[in-house]
């Protein structure tokens, strides 16, 4: 079954009785070239066992099938359960998950359906979501080797903004914080059913598994990061004074230990900065 011709996509649905909501942010893919391009990039290959983020009619998942040892997938939208058992029933290396992924037990089904494997995230992410799912994905420490995804232009923009740049935003330093990402390939609004308003791209983040702080530092980290950029116009020691109830004080003190400006703003400050001020600023934290 041809899951990118229109016509084919079209009668799927109709026979489903389904209709596309914006609120799940449900763009499907339609342009062939592309999902072959996600998996191929994206580790689905022997040995892998790739989760996926949203599945819709399956156009994605299918090729990622088609090279990965074994495909899971999480899938919001119960309405769709019906058509995929339609247009994947002939793998028998997909399992599909019908549940909310800010939700489901993601480090339970790498280690339960992907045991032996390696594993990759692969997904044409629902846009409304994009960097607080990125952000799980970091955050929770998954065992996985890459995160391939599909996001706007401008959000891919930000992902791939030098940390201390004008571009950088809170999603930036997390990836930073755990591996590197890079803009693997431009994809336009006409290549989606229904049509976007906005091109996307595909990025790729490389996960370094190495621990960089600990755990309790990491935490204390990502308050900080989140804090600054909330309130990016603000100096940094207004914000954390602010949102972490920090004395200014004790912010000056510790960013001239560093030699930095009491007036900084948390975008100019370099991923070293940020860890080496991490590990100063929890000492009047607590
Ligand atoms: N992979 C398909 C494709 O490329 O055509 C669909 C991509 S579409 C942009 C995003 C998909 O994510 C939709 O199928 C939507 O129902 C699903 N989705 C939205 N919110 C979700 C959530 N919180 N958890 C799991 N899936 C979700």
Same mark, same amino acid.
């Given at each position: ?33 592309? =999902?072959? *391009?996600?998996a ?8 892998? /066992? %790739?989760?996926?983020? !949203? +599945? ?36 028998d ?26 594993a ?39 992902? =791939?903004? *030098? ?10 330093? /997390? %990836?930073?914080?755990? !591996? +590197? ?60 004074c ?18 930095i ?16 001020l ?9």
């Open positions: 079954m041809n899951l990118t011709n229109i016509g084919t996509v079209k009668d799927i649905l109709g026979r489903h009785g389904f209709n596309f909501s914006k609120g799940l942010g449900q763009n499907f893919l339609i342009n062939p070239d592309i =999902c072959p *391009k996600i191929e990039m994206g580790n689905a290959r022997e040995g892998y /066992g %790739v989760l996926e983020i !949203g +599945t819709g009619i399956g156009v994605l998942t299918k090729e990622l099938a088609l090279r990965a040892d074994k495909v899971s997938a999480v899938e919001i939208d119960t309405r769709l359960m019906p058509v995929l058992d339609e247009t994947l029933k002939e793998f290396n997909i399992k599909i998950y019908n549940e909310d992924v800010m939700k489901a037990d993601l480090h339970k089904i790498i280690s339960e359906d992907f045991a032996g494997l390696r990759a995230v692969c997904a044409n992410l629902p846009y409304y979501i994009t960097s607080p799912v990125i952000m799980l994905l970091l955050e929770s420490h998954l065992p996985i080797d890459s995160i391939t995804v599909m996001v706007q232009k401008e959000a891919a923009q930000r992902l =791939c903004a *030098k940390v201390g740049s004008r571009e950088s935003g809170a999603i930036t330093v /997390g %990836v930073n914080y755990y !591996g +590197t990402v890079k803009q693997l390939f431009g994809v336009s609004r006409g290549s989606f059913m229904p049509s976007p308003n906005v091109d996307s791209a595909v990025i790729r983040i490389d996960i370094d598994r190495e621990q960089r702080l600990s755990p309790e530092e990491e935490k204390f980290f990502f308050r900080m990061v989140k804090a600054g950029f909330s309130q990016r116009r603000k100096t940094l020691a207004n914000s954390l602010s949102m972490l109830g920090i004395a200014k004080n004790d912010v000056y003190t510790s960013l001239s230990d560093l030699g400006s009491e007036s900084v703003r948390i975008e100019a400050l370099t991923m070293e900065q940020l860890m080496a991490t590990k100063v600023l929890m000492n009047y934290s607590k």
